[in-house]
């Protein structure tokens, strides 16, 4: 749907009115996340029948002035000769003697002193209006505020305060003459929406365990996101029947979650909250145990046990915060966190603990790194007497970011490294490990199998390993045999997952004799596979919770939808403008970091394939995923900065993990080719883009990944001359810039950046620096600037809108380069929204809030 311009009628009022303080210049006091959080109205206003489908039901006759329809014109029609929306709207046909003519819809709740606004589509050959006539309790009108009246054949707005005593109000229309109404909506100053994404939840581990009465089943993480916790999600394993969901308070995910072989006890890793949890099986909650007590720790990941029952964990903490470098934590139940496995830390060239097996034979802890890779091995019994493996691993795995997966056993240790994608570029290493008779550590390598797929090997099954390759239709499972080296593709075992971990089950059941390997992809498909038999079936558990997840990016669409995209287990929301009660979610699509729609297509920048992707609404609404129109490639990550410019979108990115230098580049919608310029801004990547003339700028952040330390120390500009197709940078101007958060191109081709706290412009013809004014002096971004820090968008009214740290303003450019400074016109809108921001048609804004919700801003 294309919105067509918007009438900013001047305001007629009729009462007593209250003013609401609801912007704040800058100069005076910002209006508080608190106020706001007491001000914000719980989803929206919804008006009965608000696009006239059925018939006039909830509208009443009147003259469109505030007084009651004449006895003649108190019947209500509609037609289907024009519609903004579905099939009908509201029509006054203007004949006498209904030449003044108009309709009263059903009241909403209001609140008095706030501001609202309200809008309808129309077609007309006359005057028309739009009103809101203010009710107290009682019904009684206590005020109307009215639009001007004028000829307008698009759309018409009002804006005003509800006076006092105000409890509710009903929109008016109004038409001299012939007129058409249709798609009549209504909005607080600020609105907060449900849930944008919610589908079934998506699974990031399982372990096969038993529970309180012995029985074989699975302990699968649920991803739930900050307003709806992470589930424990017990199945039995036999059945494929779900057995209990258990709720951990707090946590968002885990990708670790193990059963306790000694005690029983299922320990839980969590992300985020980057905390230990423990359930025993059969109670009906999980305990929050806490973080180990490692500075900077931010997250947990992988746990196993010793023979005696000891926990031993891995993790990633921010280096910015001061977090050392890889370590394993240790735990003991009943007593707490007894330290590290090892120093602290095992080294500083590695912040990731990614993954984590004890070899009982050797009495070892195996831990693998990234985002550089090392495979360290260390001792329960004694001195730790930590051990570095990695040199046995071929030199493209010893320079690759990951060692993701280690399981380890009866003598041996598998290691899955790589680039974790699962797209043939990663490999198993099968290590044969013992200790001589000094006790030392001793390492053979048996092989290194090219292209398995996540997440890497079962145990050591009669002395062979099972797994699936990349890039093999149905993910059969394959046998290595170690005492022979030879591999075998096994019978009637084609899985059809990517299984979060193959474990080796012996089931005790006749139907299942001797081992069952069992497997459970993130779409909570469960799969047996009997060793003996060959028997195979897989099953998709039924009960698995709907969540909400986070909301990584928003745009709004060529339809005139709001659309977002999840974090992490992806999915996509549309949501139709002051109509909540029309959002869908779309369980497709993959996590995008950045949106933009252009020329009826939304485009995204995905990871972690590092992917520009498109669709068009009717895509999605077809049940098809969104399209690859290229990879990225070039050892890049995350496309956080994405602009649409002539027949191309610009992107820049965050290097790989394990690289240290973004790169920019495009894809040409002409040829559908991608263009990759690695290297061009040095050590940085590059989050926010906007272009001018023959101009592209890029703005450059120190933080050149998502992991490590910083190599340079000030920011840089990349300026792309589309003419000659040639690069450049120039250092930031502003001493001490980490980052350039946002930027956006001004009605009069200036351009505008906004970096840790600063508003500067640069003219694009000359680059010469035209603006440069410090607006934001009590924002202090954190030690690691993400991608998203900021947004900068501009709206039809040539004002700049945007987001930084939840802070949302606007400011008038024009008025900035006249003055030379934006006092006296920065407005901040709200305060405590996340991350990103867009502008619907009707002028309103939308941020994420709450982590999976979104908030309305009536920025009038």
């Not at 096969?208 to 739930?224: F, K, P, Q, S």
């Not at 493209?396 to 699962?422: C, F, I, K, R």
């Not at 099968?430 to 797929?453: F, M, N």
Request: net charge negative; proline share 6%.
């Amino acid at each position: 749907m294309n919105r067509p311009k918007i009438l900013h009628a001047s305001l007629v009022a009729v009462g007593v009115f209250i003013a609401a303080a609801i912007v704040s210049p800058m100069g005076g006091s910002p209006a508080s996340a608190d106020s706001h959080a007491a001000q914000v109205q719980q989803g929206d206003l919804l008006l009965p029948n608000h696009g006239f489908e059925q018939v006039a039901t909830g509208w009443t006759a009147g003259n469109g002035k505030g007084a009651a329809a004449p006895k003649p014109c108190r019947v209500l029609t509609t037609s289907t000769t024009w519609a903004s929306e579905g099939t009908h709207s509201l029509s006054f046909s203007g004949r006498p003697p209904c030449i003044d003519a108009g309709a009263v819809s059903t009241p909403v709740p209001v609140t008095a002193g706030q501001k609202y606004s309200a809008f309808s589509h129309l077609q007309a050959q006359a005057e028309t209006s739009i009103a809101l006539r203010w009710l107290n309790a009682q019904g009684t009108q206590v005020g109307r505020s009215s639009s001007q009246r004028k000829r307008w054949n698009d759309t018409v707005e009002v804006t005003a305060v509800a006076p006092a005593g105000a409890t509710t109000v009903a929109v008016e229309l109004g038409a001299h003459a012939a007129a058409s109404f249709d798609d009549v909506l209504i909005t607080a100053p600020y609105t907060v929406l449900q849930p944008q994404i919610t589908k079934q939840a998506s699974f990031l581990s399982m372990a096969a365990g038993v529970d309180e009465n012995g029985r074989h089943v699975t302990y699968a993480m649920a991803t739930g996101s900050e307003n709806d916790p992470a589930v424990l999600t017990i199945t039995d394993i036999l059945t494929g029947n779900l057995v209990r969901n258990v709720e951990l308070p707090g946590a968002t995910g885990a990708w670790g979650v193990r059963q306790n072989p000694v005690t029983k006890t299922v320990y839980i890793g969590a992300y985020q909250s980057a905390q230990l949890w423990l359930y025993t099986p059969g109670e009906a909650q999980a305990r929050r145990i806490g973080a180990p007590p490692i500075a900077a720790w931010g997250s947990m990941y992988d746990i196993d046990f010793d023979d005696q029952g000891t926990a031993y964990g891995s993790g990633w903490g921010e280096p910015t915060q001061g977090f050392r470098g890889a370590v394993i934590f240790k735990y003991v139940e009943g007593t707490g966190f007894q330290g590290t496995l090892g120093p602290n830390p095992l080294t500083t060239d590695a912040y990731y603990t990614r993954t984590l097996a004890y070899e009982d034979e050797t009495k070892t802890i195996f831990t693998g790194t990234g985002t550089k890779t090392h495979l360290f091995g260390c001792s329960t019994v004694g001195e730790p007497r930590c051990k570095d493996l990695i040199g046995l691993f071929s030199p493209e795995l010893q320079n690759a970011p990951w060692v993701y997966g280690v399981t380890a056993g009866h003598g041996y240790v598998m290691a899955w490294a790589g680039d974790a994608s699962s797209q043939g570029k990663d490999s198993l290493v099968v290590l044969k490990v013992s200790r001589d008779a000094a006790g030392e550590l001793q390492a053979t390598k048996v092989t290194e199998i090219k292209g398995v797929i996540y997440n890497g090997s079962s145990p050591v099954v009669d002395g062979k390993i099972y797994y699936s390759k990349a890039n093999d239709p149905g993910q059969p499972l394959y046998g290595f045999d170690l005492a022979a080296g030879t591999e075998a593709k096994m019978p009637n075992s084609r899985t059809g997952i990517f299984s979060r971990r193959w474990e080796a089950v012996s089931l005790g059941d006749p139907a299942w004799p001797g081992t069952t390997l069992v497997g459970w992809n993130s779409g909570a498909v469960l799969v047996k596979y009997n060793l003996q038999t060959g028997t195979l079936v897989r099953t998709t558990v039924q009960g698995v919770p709907l969540v909400s997840t986070r909301v990584n990016s928003i745009t709004t669409g060529p339809d005139g939808r709001i659309w977002t995209a999840g974090y992490l287990t992806g999915g996509l929301g549309k949501l139709t403008s002051m109509r909540d009660d029309e959002h869908v979610t779309y369980p497709v699509g993959g996590q995008a970091e950045s949106m933009l729609s252009y020329r009826g297509r939304v485009y995204q920048g995905t990871y972690p394939y590092t992917r520009i992707e498109s669709f068009t609404p009717d895509d999605v609404t077809s049940g098809r995923a969104p399209r690859v129109d290229c990879s990225i490639g070039a050892n890049q990550n995350r496309p956080y900065g994405l602009a649409a410019y002539g027949d191309r979108i610009y992107y820049g990115t965050q290097a790989e993990y394990g690289h240290d230098q973004g790169a920019f580049g495009w894809l040409d919608l002409t040829t559908g080719q991608c263009t990759t310029l690695d290297g061009v801004i040095g050590h940085q990547s590059v989050n926010a883009i906007a272009a001018s003339g023959d101009k592209v700028f890029g703005g450059g952040s120190i933080f050149y990944s998502y992991d490590g330390l910083p190599i340079d120390t000030q920011a840089k500009l990349l300026i792309f001359d589309q003419s000659t197709q040639q690069p450049k940078t120039v250092i930031w101007p502003v001493p001490d810039t980490r980052s350039v958060d946002a930027a956006v191109t001004a009605p009069d081709g200036t351009v505008w950046f906004y970096a840790e706290g600063w508003l500067l412009a640069i003219d694009p013809a000359t680059e010469q620096w035209v603006h440069r004014e410090h607006v934001f002096p009590d924002l202090t971004p954190p030690a690691r600037v993400p991608g998203y820090y900021a947004t900068m968008l501009l709206g039809a009214d040539g004002k700049i809108y945007g987001n930084v740290a939840g802070r949302v303003f606007d400011f008038d450019p024009a008025h900035a380069r006249t003055s030379g400074s934006t006092t006296g016109d920065l407005r901040i809108l709200f305060e405590g929204a996340g991350p990103h921001l867009t502008r619907d048609a009707y002028g309103n804004l939308y941020a994420p809030y709450g982590a999976t919700k979104l908030v309305r801003i009536n920025p009038r």
